[in-house]
Nanobody, 123 residues
């Protein structure tokens, strides 16, 4: 089970930090990712991090502004979002990769999803 938190309302240029707490014993063995879905749009990939945190990958739209990290001792995934823009407004979802998936940006490779947390960036 994944439970995300940390969303909210922020002005353009502001920052937010999302967290995602995982239950169970598989967190450290799973690639983790963040996706987002804006109103009226399809869900899209944001960032992913490999099991030990040794490698990360970002969508072009957030590269240089967002940082994904994980603390395997705390079973927690993070997304630090800086220099937020109105187009970042969306519901953000954390997700755990399916068994055997080492790295992916595809929704179909992620089997467990958080409930979503709303991020709203005002102009």
């Amino acid at each position: 089970q994944l439970v995300s938190s940390g969303g909210g309302l922020v002005q353009t240029g502001g920052s937010l930090r999302l967290s995602c707490l995982a239950s169970g014993r598989t967190f450290s063995r799973s690639v983790m990712g963040w996706f987002r879905q804006a109103q009226g749009k399809e869900r899209e990939f944001v960032a992913q991090i490999r099991r030990a945190g040794e490698s990360t990958y970002y969508s072009d739209s957030v590269k240089g502004r967002f940082t994904i990290s994980r603390d395997n001792a705390k079973n927690t995934l993070y997304l630090q979002m800086n220099n937020l823009k109105p187009e970042d407004t969306a519901v953000y979802y954390c997700a755990a990769g399916k068994q055997g998936v080492i790295a992916s940006i595809l929704e179909s490779d992620f089997g467990s999803w958080g409930q979503g947390t709303q991020v709203t960036v005002s102009s």
